[in-house]
């Protein structure tokens, strides 16, 4: 009777096998006591199968093969892993029941589960479902395991996700790269992407569109016999000089204004005072704890997760750390004293003070969504040897929970309104109540009260300040911030139904993924980075330009992560989300390969010389850094492969010639017809000897050597250029026998102009 545990990752096998207790250690597991062995996969140790292996005509790009769909889904082991997955094959030969112990989320259901479908397994499995690794989470976590069975949804919601990035991903790439002609360089769409790049573009063109305009702010000292006060003025539906903002954009109506009412006595026209409260902020979810850290301390959001992700394996003192969701489980409040307790030994500021019986909105389980995901707390366990990089992130983990713990915030706000010639001035005061769990925060609220008035009081305008300020355009994206946006996609979105839809724990993208998906796009010169600030190139923005609607659309994409969602609390089954976005992808594929770019995607376009086809530039495989260049229809039509010269095609590749008319110059040699390396389709005559007997090369006649390039007898004249010893020669051009050009064999010397058979001024080219 043998237990196979099966974690994620070797960190946190290891870690349980300590909780559980270690007797000896092999290779690629551990055995512990009663019968448990832990074993653990790298990560992903099977990947999607490529289309190749599903068909070997896939090798080729061919748009009457798009869209690629299988019937039936193939994985293969990853190479570097491949080792790990023998081992984990061998132990389950023994094993009576396995123990699904994948990190708390779909994709870390998914690690283990394909593994024990790809090795067969139909034995008994349960599921270790724990999002921290100290002591006392993981023994809760052994006393509730669950039949891995439930957790079937969300394994197929992650199979879902992958088959959804594959379809998408592959074939809308094949197909714009295809309708692009850019064989040397893929032009990649996907899911997350594609919409991922389509915010900035949006927000780089708004910053761009934008014009700043003036505007004024008229703020007026109010007397009133309880004291001075001061007031904005609030613009009335018909006032002059607004703009559909309600910002006064006009001087002169502001000058009017000051000059009508300044000294003129109005009165109350009404008071209201209102107690508010503010509940304390919900946790950290991932994208959350990026933009705060970056913001406070000026960490990427790599680095931030790579902290976190050290505090949550090996100090073990925070808990899972990929989540999107801000909410707590409500039975996950009975641990809050020694959680608490745990902040007091450290002395935090305000533990002592925090009251473990209040229970803030944060615990609702409802609104976990069917992953069990929770926010980003502290764990039981006193960190230890913290750097200051690991202090400055778990202190902004521990101060936000400690938050939880104190009452809300509570303040009197006060509204004054005063009128004064038909014009109206708004005053807003606030008095704390009480200061709650903002007594936490660095930066305290403070009182700004206003005098004791009554409606019908006179008041008196003793001043007016004219404060002129700017429109301004939105910020650009950072990494921290773009990751934001991807979580909270729904603010970018139109419609309020879907806006709705999306509000809660939607977005697009996984928190394991954004970083690299934003690395990708700048790896593909969709995005660049000036400072921290993340701006599109001219590259991506042809891509969005000319991309599908629904798959640039963010709204589009979060309402396809909301259908994974659905699939994880079986409201949908997977084969429905499949066939459905198989149906759109079927578009998308279409749209895509009827796409034309400009030479802004494509580069300079250079049509084949022998046939209807372009020219691609490629690198070849054998020498990095070597390239060459292929027809577009080279298969069909047998058109040569060609050199590079310089970035531009040269000539075909060819066998040189053994043998050819004789040399009429030297009678030694023989003529060969070559292509032009500088002009591809354009050939002509040289001799075998090269440049031995000094044959001058002759011009193709309808594939016969025909008259010298260079007339021998062509004039000549000593070269213009200082210290140069050379003679410039007359030469006819080869496709206008009636134009002239003076060249000198020093190819740095710029051509001459014909001046009536002499040499004339440098050459100019124009476009």
Not at 270 to 276: D, G, V
Not at 553 to 581: H, Q, Y
Not at 644 to 672: H, I, V, W, Y
Request: glycine content about 6%.
């Amino acid at each position: 009777m043998t237990t196979l545990l099966i974690a994620e990752k070797p960190s946190v096998a290891r870690d349980l096998a300590k909780y559980l207790g270690i007797t000896r250690q092999g290779d690629g597991f551990i055995n512990c006591k009663q019968d448990v062995v832990c074993t653990w996969c790298v990560g992903h140790i099977l990947e999607q199968a490529q289309p190749h292996v599903y068909d070997e005509k896939y090798r080729q790009w061919r748009a009457e093969d798009l869209p690629i769909i299988p019937d039936k889904w193939i994985k293969e082991p990853i190479a570097r892993t491949q080792k790990q997955l023998i081992i984990i094959r061998n132990l389950l030969k023994n094993a009576t029941d396995v123990i699904n112990a994948g990190d708390p989320e779909r994709e870390g259901q998914l690690i283990v589960d394909e593994v024990l479908d790809f090795l067969e397994y139909t034995g008994p499995a349960k599921r270790l479902w724990i999002s921290a690794l100290d002591e006392r989470t993981i023994a809760k976590g052994f006393q509730k395991l669950r039949n891995n069975q439930e957790f079937l949804n969300i394994k197929n919601a992650a199979i879902c996700r992958a088959n959804a990035d594959w379809l998408v991903g592959l074939n809308v790439t094949r197909g714009l790269t295809l309708a692009a002609g850019t064989r040397g360089t893929v032009l990649s769409a996907g899911r997350v992407q594609t919409p991922t790049l389509s915010l900035v573009v949006d927000r780089d063109r708004e910053i761009e569109d934008f014009v700043k305009k003036p505007y004024w702010l008229l703020k007026a000292t109010i007397n009133h016999q309880n004291g001075n006060f001061i007031a904005t003025w609030e613009p009335g539906e018909l006032a002059r000089g607004v703009d559909p903002e309600g910002r006064l954009v006009d001087e002169k109506t502001a000058n009017d204004l000051i000059e009508r009412l300044t000294g003129n006595s109005g009165i109350i026209k009404s008071r209201k005072q209102t107690l508010k409260k503010k509940s304390p902020p919900l946790p950290f979810m991932l994208s959350d704890l990026q933009k705060k850290a970056e913001d406070k301390f000026g960490y990427s959001p790599k680095r931030t997760l790579e902290i976190g992700q050290g505090l949550y394996e090996k100090k073990k003192c925070l808990t899972y750390m990929r989540t999107e969701c801000r909410y707590l489980p409500d039975e996950m409040h009975e641990d809050a004293p020694r959680v608490l307790a745990t902040l007091v030994k450290q002395g935090f500021a305000g533990a002592d003070k925090a009251d473990p019986s209040l229970c803030s909105p944060a615990w609702n389980t409802k609104k976990q969504g069917a992953e069990a995901h929770h926010g980003i707390i502290p764990t039981e366990v006193v960190p230890r040897d913290l750097t200051e990089d690991e202090q400055n992130i778990y202190k902004l983990v521990a101060n936000r929970f400690l938050k939880q713990f104190f009452p809300d915030y509570q303040y009197y706000s006060t509204n004054i309104l005063v009128e004064c010639l038909d014009e109206h001035w708004q005053a807003k005061g606030i008095t704390v109540k009480d200061p709650g769990w903002m007594e936490l925060n660095d930066q305290q609220t403070k009182d700004k009260p206003l005098p004791e008035v009554k409606k019908g009081d006179p008041a008196t305008i003793e001043k007016i300040d004219k404060d002129q300020k700017f429109t301004k355009p939105p910020s650009r994206f950072t990494e921290a911030s773009l990751q934001v946006a991807m979580t909270e996609v729904h603010k970018y979105v139109d419609d309020p139904v879907i806006k709705a839809r999306l509000k809660e724990n939607s977005g697009i993208g996984t928190p394991a993924t954004r970083t690299n998906i934003i690395a990708e796009l700048q790896r593909r010169e969709y995005l660049y980075k000036k400072g921290k600030a993340l701006i599109s190139t001219e590259r991506g923005r042809e891509l969005i330009d000319k991309m599908h609607p629904t798959l640039k659309s963010p709204g589009m994409t979060a309402i396809w992560e909301d259908a994974l969602d659905r699939v994880c609390e079986g409201d949908l089954g997977k084969n429905d989300f499949l066939e459905e976005l198989t149906r759109r992808m079927a578009k998308m594929v279409q749209y895509a390969l009827a796409t034309r770019f400009s030479e802004i995607i494509t580069g300079k376009r250079y049509p084949c010389p022998l046939c209807k086809g372009y020219l691609f530039r490629m690198e070849s495989k054998k020498a990095k850094g070597k390239f060459f260049w292929v027809c577009s229809n080279g298969r069909e039509t047998d058109c040569p492969p060609r050199s590079d010269n310089n970035g531009a095609p040269g000539a075909a590749f060819s066998e040189r010639p053994t043998s050819g008319p004789p040399c009429p110059e030297c009678k030694d040699g023989f003529l060969m017809r070559l292509e032009s390396n500088n002009r591809p389709g354009y050939y002509f005559w040289a001799c075998s000897t090269g440049k031995e007997k000094g044959c001058p090369l002759l011009l193709d006649e309808n594939g016969k050597p025909g008259r010298p390039m260079i007339d021998p007898n062509a004039p000549k004249a000593p070269c213009p250029h200082e210290d140069c010893k050379e003679q410039i020669t007359r030469i006819q051009s080869m496709k206008n026998p009636s134009f002239f050009y003076w060249k000198c064999p020093n190819q740095k010397h710029k051509l001459l102009q014909d001046d009536n058979g002499k040499p004339g001024r440098e050459l100019e080219f124009r476009k």
